[in-house]
């Protein structure tokens, strides 16, 4: 994701904790973290069940951090992933959509997120 780089380092200037919620398998999460040297903490593959946009994965983060869903925001780029995962936590939630893939679904919904 196109400046997933820039924003690890603000929020690691703010000491503020990340997570990584993906459908992406185990292997592919430990590559990534290798590969780009950023960590995420819990980081849940798909192998976490029931995956997302189920709210059980964020709600698990806000566990392991000891915080309420309303403390976390829910950062990514599928309306029908990400922010609904986020919204059915009660977190905040933030749309990347670099690509436009989710401008016509957001419009026909009517939904802002």
């Known amino acids: 994701m196109p400046g997933a780089a820039e924003l690890c380092g603000f929020l690691d ?3 503020l904790r990340r997570g990584l919620i993906t459908r992406n398998v185990k292997d592919s999460v430990n590559l990534f973290h290798k590969r ?3 960590t995420f903490c819990p ?3 798909r192998e976490f069940r029931p995956y997302k946009p189920d709210p059980a994965p964020l709600l698990h ?3 392991v951090w000891e915080v309420l869903p309303n403390e976390v925001m829910m950062v990514g ?3 029908k992933d990400d922010v609904a995962c986020g919204k ?3 977190a905040f939630t933030c749309l990347l959509d670099e ?3 989710e401008e016509r679904r957001y419009d026909q919904e009517g939904r802002g997120y």
Do not use: E, H, V, Y
Request: aromatic content about 4%.
């Open 13 to 15: 200037s703010k000491q």
């Open 36 to 38: 780009f040297g950023m």
């Open 43 to 45: 980081a849940l593959s």
């Open 61 to 63: 983060i806000c566990s």
């Open 77 to 79: 780029d599928s309306l």
């Open 88 to 90: 059915q936590a009660g």
């Open 99 to 101: 690509t436009g893939r």
